[in-house]
Nanobody
Framework: QVQLVESGGGSVQAGGSLRLSCVPS????????MGWYRQAPGKQRELVAT???????NYADSVKDRFIISRDRAMRTMFLQMNSLKPEDTAVYYC?????????WGQGTQVTVSS
């Protein structure tokens, strides 16, 4: 079964940047839409950003103009460039894709932003 593997999380100060990556354990992304979600302690998982196979992007209002979702041309890696990070961005970040109609999730990567 294909799994998603995230990397790039870490600890930064407010105003800093991080770049997350997501790679399928084998093959490439073959989904109409892929995305990043996050879950902060005590909160529900929420959408951060999505990107379609055609390249159309969508962002949560809270990250618009600060985060950029992208993927490489070979559809082998998805990225989330996070700029101007805020303490409220602290969460575990998950990448998401689909195999057919079945959602596939990564194990998550921790992002911690200190003030």
């Amino acid at each position: 079964q294909v799994q998603l593997v995230e990397s790039g999380g870490g600890s930064v100060q407010a105003g800093g940047s991080l770049r997350l990556s997501c790679v399928p354990s084998r093959g490439f992304f073959n989904s109409k839409v892929m995305g990043w979600y996050r879950q902060a302690p005590g909160k529900q998982r929420e959408l951060v950003a999505t990107i379609t196979a055609g390249g159309t992007t969508n962002y949560a209002d809270s990250v618009k103009d600060r985060f950029i979702i992208s993927r490489d041309r070979a559809m082998r890696t998805m990225f989330l460039q996070m700029n101007s990070l805020k303490p409220e961005d602290t969460a575990v970040y998950y990448c998401n894709s689909f195999i057919g109609d079945t959602p596939v999730w990564g194990q998550g990567t921790q992002v911690t932003v200190s003030s």
